[in-house]
């Protein structure tokens, strides 16, 4: 079959080690968005052709105008595109835009693979809701302790949506707790005058920083994906190591890394290992924050 063909030339996640059957990922699918993945320009053309084709067999059509197409690499996000980083991808002979960043499932994918501009999005998101409640925020009629309940069940939500597969820096953190103290300080009616610490302010609040709201989200989704059967996709993306060579300079922090960092900070543990945090996740996360 002609898709059999290229799943076994555009393979994107290879697991080579002995034992263990190769996995290979081209589509992330859900209801009725769908992101085709692919190492090559020809690979990715020749998969969304197919995918035109046994569409159409069910009387479905792809939207060229919806359609759009995104090189990942570490300079990707910066125009104009140099010519490794341009694709030319057509929808039955329609091109489609190519793009430095996507909204996938109410998430902003950037193409140099870094989280900053979902970072924003989450934060003016989370500022609108917040401004939304104004009134609730200056009224002398409910209690503060109820006050903090609803902003954390209808901003910080809002905030933190997709928070569990991010992997922040401290730069990235500062910038939520720098939100995160403005609106406490505003619901208990804090002036800048005051001179109250930010440790006060979470005292006063009886809430936790954001950092752990993060970090607690991060653990139990990590305990979720080692509880899943062996055969999910997600056990063997959580182990892939990349293909390819590694660029000048130093990594960037990767997922797992803060799950490491997450895992010895709720533990007590400085030095956890990654199969630690396994062992002690399979009955699940139940950190409070």
């Known amino acids: 079959m002609e898709l059999n063909k290229v799943i076994r030339k555009g393979a994107l996640l290879q697991l080579p080690a002995p034992g263990v059957e190769e996995k290979l990922l081209l589509d992330t699918d859900y209801a009725d968005d769908m992101a085709m993945l692919d190492n090559s320009k020809e690979g990715l053309q020749e998969t969304t052709g197919l995918l035109c084709k046994y569409s159409a067999y069910a009387g479905l059509k792809i939207n060229d105008g919806k359609t759009q197409s995104m090189v990942v690499s570490k300079s990707a996000s910066q125009r104009p595109y140099s010519k490794n980083d ?14 430095s960043n996507f909204t996938y499932l109410g998430a902003i994918i ?19 809701a917040f401004y939304q409640l104004s009134s609730i925020w200056y009224s002398r009629n409910i209690k503060t ?11 910080l939500t809002i905030l933190l ?9 401290q730069t990235q953190m500062k910038r939520f707790e720098v ?4 609106c406490l300080r505003r619901i208990l009616k804090i002036k800048w005058f005051y001179h109250v610490s930010n440790a006060d302010v979470l005292k006063r609040a009886n809430i936790t920083p954001v950092d752990t709201f993060v970090r607690a989200a991060r653990l139990r989704w990590f305990g979720h994906v080692v509880r ?3 055969e999910r996709i997600l056990i063997y993306l959580l ?14 922090k990767n997922w797992l890394s803060c799950v490491r960092e997450d895992a010895a900070i709720f533990t007590g543990v400085d030095n956890i290992t990654i199969e630690d945090a396994e062992q002690k996740l399979q009955t699940g996360f139940t950190g409070e924050v």
């Not at 939100?179 to 403005?182: S, V």
């Open 86 to 99: 341009t694709m030319d991808i057509n929808v039955e002979g329609l091109p489609i835009q190519q793009v």
């Open 110 to 128: 950037s193409g140099n693979g870094t989280i900053d501009k979902e970072l924003s999005a989450r934060i003016q998101k989370a500022s609108g």
């Open 145 to 155: 302790p109820t006050k903090i309940r609803i902003y954390k069940a209808a901003v």
């Open 161 to 169: 949506y997709g928070s569990e597969v991010w992997n922040t820096t």
């Open 179 to 182: 939100f995160h103290h403005r």
């Open 228 to 230: 899943m059967p062996e």
């Open 239 to 252: 182990h892939w190591i990349p293909n390819g060579k590694k660029s000048r300079g130093r990594s960037r």
